[in-house]
């Protein structure tokens, strides 16, 4: 089983459209939880982080945690081509020494004009 | 105040060469990280530091080493650079347990060639 699964898509929305983003993890014991947004050719850009469950929200972005079933999510409301890019999932897992972080390989989203 | 900064950009080797890639970040953290990035692969850690002084090994050491300078600088070298070490390399470091706790935060990173 992979440490963190997320859907590769890639996911295509209308523009103003919600867009829902899913991510799971094996480890029970994870304790941190981040998203990431990478445009094409361009480094990771953290967007959220989450640490106790239940929703954060940051303008247009709303993290939703539930560690009881080991899913994170990223819901990103009036979606805008801008939001065009690869999300990635990434946890802290359960000991996590030194703070490393392990990722999904990311879905790609693509909102249409 | 720049953040995370890695030079070069870009870089082409022949196989065998060796090169150094640098990293420095002024947001005063104490853990810095090199990755990889490959297609279908997702990011891969190839060494990290946790705190100035100490260097330990990530999921995909073999080939590299690394030198911690200082608190600020981080280095990624490449002995004898193969095909298979063609990527693109982020450096990264990551706020302590307090203030936003965790939280990793990445340079521009470096597209290397090697061929």
């Known amino acids: 089983q992979k440490e963190v699964e997320q859907n590769s898509g890639p996911l295509s929305v209308p523009e103003g459209a919600i867009a829902s983003l899913n991510c799971t993890y094996s480890d029970r014991g994870s304790q941190s939880f981040f998203w990431y947004r990478q445009y094409s050719g361009k480094s990771p850009e953290l967007i959220m982080s989450?640490?106790?469950?239940g929703d954060k929200e940051d303008g247009r972005f709303t993290a939703q945690l539930n560690k009881a079933s080991q899913y994170v999510s990223l819901l990103i409301r009036d979606s805008q081509p801008s939001d065009s890019a690869t999300y990635l999932c990434?946890?802290?897992?359960?000991?996590?020494?030194?703070?490393?972080?392990?990722f999904g390989k990311g879905t790609l989203l693509t909102v249409n004009p | 105040n720049a953040g995370v900064t890695q030079t070069p950009k870009f870089q082409v080797l022949k196989t065998g060469q060796s090169m150094t890639l640098q990293c420095a970040q002024d947001?005063?953290?104490?853990?810095m990280y090199w990755y990889r990035q490959d297609p279908g692969m997702g990011l891969r850690l190839i060494y990290y530091s946790a705190s100035e002084g100490t260097t330990d090994k990530g999921e995909v050491p073999n080939g590299y080493n690394v030198s911690r300078l200082n608190k600020r600088e981080f280095s990624l070298r490449l002995e004898s650079a193969a095909p298979s070490q063609t990527s693109v390399y982020f450096c990264a470091s990551t706020t302590g347990r307090i203030t936003k706790p965790y939280e990793q935060y990445f340079g521009p990173g470096t597209r290397l060639t090697v061929t």
């Open positions: 990434a946890v802290i897992r359960s000991g996590g020494s030194n703070y490393k972080l392990t």
């Open positions: 947001m005063n953290h104490n853990s």
């Open positions: 989450i640490y106790s469950n």
